[in-house]
């Protein structure tokens, strides 16, 4: 039961928000196009955009990092609200879209995106995190401190200097806040659950350059996934 509550957790803060932040942008621009690479990736633009305000406000603040992920609760149930009461009838179109979109794909396109699933799960389960990154060490001196970018994270000590604004990356505040929603250890977090919202951007991402360049040729896009894949 803990499990699917985790689950219920991330799937909120990472896909069912920034989906629906999407379609609300979507509608707002007034266009036609409803493909989930749109909305997966301005709606992503716009739950960061969001979160980089609040989290930039609370910051100069000088808050607990208790109320700042309270407050990110609130502010993001209201985002969630807003944008759904706003584009909840647009639901329904999405969903036909994509399914149509989903049943006329070719059997490239298909082996394509099973590439990209299956180097999701690699990277997942057997590339060795850099040793260079401070985000589980980042996450948990917050978690266990009650701070927000005062204590260095690999000595626990307070800082001598406060840090510069412009030196702090806020986003490793959502990664803390969903940590304490859910209840998972910054290094599963981080190296077990994180890919997976961030690999289907990444897909994504590359979707959206190859309509540009390739419009909706097919064969044009399944070689150039194939190529990003080789220098991935």
């Known amino acids: ?98 399914f149509l979109y989903v049943k006329k794909c070719s059997k490239e396109t298909i082996t394509v995106t099973v590439l990209f699933a299956a180097l999701a799960v690699f990277s997942i389960c ?18 266990a401190t009650d701070t927000v970018y005062l204590h260095d994270p690999y000595t626990d000590l307070l800082y001598e200097k406060p840090i510069d604004a412009n030196a702090k990356a806020p986003i490793e505040m959502l990664y803390a806040s969903v940590c304490k929603y859910t209840g998972l250890t910054p290094a599963k977090f ?7 919202p961030f690999f289907l951007l990444f897909y994504f991402v590359y979707a959206r350059i190859a309509r540009q360049l390739f419009g909706k040729n097919d064969t044009s896009t399944n070689l150039f996934f194939l190529i990003v894949l080789f220098c991935y």
């Open 190 to 196: 981080v190296h077990g659950v994180l890919p997976v």
């Open 126 to 143: 057997f590339v060795i995190p850099s040793e260079e990154d401070a985000t589980p060490e980042t996450l948990m001196v917050t978690l």
């Open 1 to 98: 039961m803990n499990h699917v509550i985790q689950l219920i957790w991330i799937l909120y803060f990472f896909v069912i928000i920034p989906v629906m932040c999407g379609i609300a942008w979507d509608k707002f621009q007034g266009k036609k196009e409803k493909s989930l690479s749109y909305i997966y990736v301005y709606g992503y633009l716009f739950y960061f955009s969001v979160f980089y305000i609040y989290a930039r406000i609370a910051i100069s603040l000088g808050v607990s990092f208790q109320a700042f992920e309270k407050g990110w609760f609130v502010v993001a149930s209201i985002l969630f609200l807003t944008v759904f009461f706003f584009a909840f009838r647009e639901i329904p179109k999405v969903i036909k879209e994509n």
